[in-house]
C-alpha cells in the first residue's frame, strides 16, 4: 500500500510525484499483485490457499536446464498447477517477462 501510494503521489497534498518516482517509473515496470492468496484468504488462511499450500514455502529454487537443441530454459521444483496454481502463475509470467 505504501509503494502504491508513493508511486502515484498520493504520499502529500498536491499529489505529485518526485524525481525519484519519475526516475523508478522511466527505468523500471512493476508488476502489482493485490493477492496472491484470495481462495485462502476468504477460508481466513493467512499463508495457505484452498488446496492446503504454505504459499509461503512454495517458492522453489530455480534451475537453469538446456535441452539437447541447446535451448536453456528455467524449472521449478516445488510449485505445480494442482497445489500452488497462484505460485505458479506468477513465476511463469515472471519468466515471459
Request: charged letters at 25%; aromatic letters at 8%; glycine letters at 8%.
Amino acid at each position: 500500500e505504501g509503494l502504491l501510494t508513493r508511486l502515484l503521489g498520493l504520499d502529500n497534498a498536491a499529489h505529485d510525484v518526485d524525481g525519484l518516482v519519475h526516475d523508478l517509473c522511466r527505468n523500471y515496470t512493476f508488476y502489482i499483485l493485490p493477492n496472491m492468496n484470495p481462495d485462502g484468504a476468504v477460508a481466513g488462511y493467512l499463508r495457505t490457499n484452498a488446496a492446503g499450500a504454505n504459499l509461503n514455502r512454495e517458492w522453489a529454487n530455480a534451475e537453469q536446464v538446456i535441452d539437447e537443441q541447446g535451448t536453456s530454459r528455467v524449472v521449478y521444483e516445488a510449485p505445480t498447477w494442482e497445489r500452488s496454481p497462484e505460485v505458479a502463475c506468477v513465476l511463469q509470467k515472471m519468466d515471459e517477462v
